[in-house]
């Protein structure tokens, strides 16, 4: 079973920063892509960014591109996701994701496992 635990998120004000973590264990975290989704109130969950299992590849929406950077750390099992430049929109509810293969994917149904998500809020 895997666990993957989400923090960092809170209220910032627009241009602002905030570094969101997700912890994961329970499985061989290194041997797979993450990814980062969020899903602000009345829309669906939308896809953020992704790493793949090395570090060495990432993608990302269009939306946060130049924005927000994605990283992770094998020796702490652990995958990050740097926001900066914060805006209004970007208010929403981060969720971190484990998927079933090395590189990752921008779409849901690659990842297996879910965490409970973490709320961002930037003010105007």
């Known amino acids: 079973q895997v666990q993957l635990v989400e923090s960092g998120g809170g209220l910032v004000q627009a241009g602002g920063s905030l570094r969101l973590s997700c912890a994961a264990s329970g499985r061989p975290y290194s041997r797979y892509a993450m990814g980062w989704f969020r899903q602000a109130p009345g829309k669906e969950r939308e896809f953020v960014a992704v790493?793949?299992?090395?570090?060495?590849?990432?993608n990302y929406a269009d939306s946060v591109k130049g924005r927000f950077t994605i990283s992770r750390d094998n020796a702490k099992n652990t995958v990050y996701l740097q926001m900066n430049s914060l805006k209004p929109e970007d208010t929403a509810i981060y969720y971190c994701a484990l998927d079933n293969t090395i590189l990752g994917h921008t779409t849901e149904a690659s990842y297996d496992y879910w965490g409970q998500g973490t709320q961002v809020t930037v003010s105007s």
């Open positions: 790493i793949s299992w090395s570090g060495s590849t990432t």
